[in-house]
C-alpha cells in the first residue's frame, strides 16, 4: 500500500498505557485507552480486571486527559479501594461450588485428580498446577449441569442449539449468537443454581428474539423455573465478587 494513501486512512488508536496518578502521598494506577468514538475524557470502573480506565479521543492532547485524571484523583482512590478483593485458588481458599461453600485442600500426596469431598475439594499435584487444574474441574462440572439445561429449555422454546462454549469471559455472563452458537463464563459454577438457571432461560430467549423486547422478556420468563428479579439482584450483588475468582 502506497504511504500517499495510507495518509487518507483512520488511524489506529495507540495501545493502552499504564500510568500513575500521585495522591495523598501514594500513587493510583490507571490504565489510559484511546477510543476514536470518545468526545471526551472520561473514567470508569473495570472491575474484572481490577483496574481504572482512563479513555480519552484520539485527538486529545496527552497532557490534557492526564490533567483531568489527576484532578479526579480522590475520585480513582475512592474507587480503587472499593474494589472487590482478589480471590485466587490457593489452598486453604473458600469457593463456592453452585453457591455452597467449599474449602480447597492441596493434596501433594495424591497425583493428578480433583475430587470433592464433603464440604471440601481436594486438589493433588503439584502447587504450581493446582489453580489451573481447579479451575479445569470447576468448568467441567458447570459443563454437566449447563448443557443438559441449555438444551432442555432450547427444546422448550422448539429451537435448536448449534453449540455451547465455556469460555473466560469478564464482560458478560452469557451469549446467544444468530446461528444458535451459546457461550457462557466459566465462573457461574460460583453462582447458586437458580441464577444459572435464569441465564440460561436468558439466553435460549435470544434463539427466538435477539432484542429485549417485551416479547423476549415474556419467554425469559416462561423458560425460567422461577421469579427472575432474584437472581437478576444477585448478579447486580455479588457479580464482581464472582470475577475475582481464579486470578
Keep these: 500500500m ?5 495518509r487518507f486512512l483512520p488511524k489506529a488508536a495507540p495501545e493502552p498505557e499504564q500510568l500513575t496518578i500521585a495522591h495523598a502521598g501514594d500513587t493510583l494506577p490507571v490504565t489510559f ?3 476514536a468514538r470518545s468526545r471526551r475524557a472520561s473514567l470508569r470502573v473495570d472491575p474484572a480486571n481490577r483496574r481504572i480506565v482512563l479513555t480519552a479521543p484520539l485527538r486529545m492532547a496527552r497532557g490534557t486527559a492526564l490533567g483531568f485524571a489527576a484532578a479526579q484523583a480522590g475520585w480513582i482512590a475512592a474507587r480503587l ?10 489452598d486453604g481458599a473458600d469457593v463456592p ?3 455452597v461453600p467449599h474449602r480447597v485442600r492441596h493434596r501433594p500426596d495424591r ?3 480433583v475430587w470433592q469431598e464433603g464440604g471440601e475439594i481436594h486438589v493433588a499435584g503439584r502447587a504450581e498446577h493446582l489453580q489451573r487444574r481447579l479451575k479445569d474441574w470447576l468448568t467441567a462440572e458447570l459443563k454437566a449441569q449447563l448443557v443438559p439445561l441449555v438444551h432442555a429449555k432450547a427444546q422448550q422454546a422448539e429451537r435448536a442449539v448449534k453449540r455451547i462454549t465455556v469460555r473466560d469471559t469478564r464482560s458478560r455472563w452469557g451469549s446467544c449468537g444468530p446461528d444458535g452458537a451459546m457461550s ?7 453462582a447458586p443454581p437458580e441464577v444459572l438457571d ?3 432461560a436468558h439466553e435460549v430467549a435470544h434463539l427466538v428474539h435477539l432484542n429485549h423486547g417485551p416479547r423476549f422478556w415474556a419467554l425469559a420468563r416462561a423458560l425460567c423455573d422461577g ?5 437478576q439482584a444477585w448478579l447486580k450483588q455479588n457479580g464482581e465478587t464472582l470475577l475475582q475468582y481464579g486470578g
Excluded at 81 to 90: A, G, N, T
Excluded at 184 to 190: A, D, I, N
Excluded at 227 to 231: L, W, Y
Aim: charged fraction near 20%; avoid cysteine.
Design 33 to 35: 485507552v484511546r477510543n
Design 81 to 90: 479501594k472499593r474494589l472487590p478483593q482478589s480471590r485466587p485458588f490457593v
Design 184 to 190: 457462557f463464563s466459566w465462573r457461574l459454577v460460583l
Design 227 to 231: 421469579p427472575i428479579e432474584p437472581p
Design 111 to 113: 497425583r493428578g485428580a
Design 198 to 200: 435464569y441465564l440460561v
Design 97 to 99: 461450588l453452585f453457591g
Design 2 to 6: 502506497s504511504s500517499w494513501f495510507s
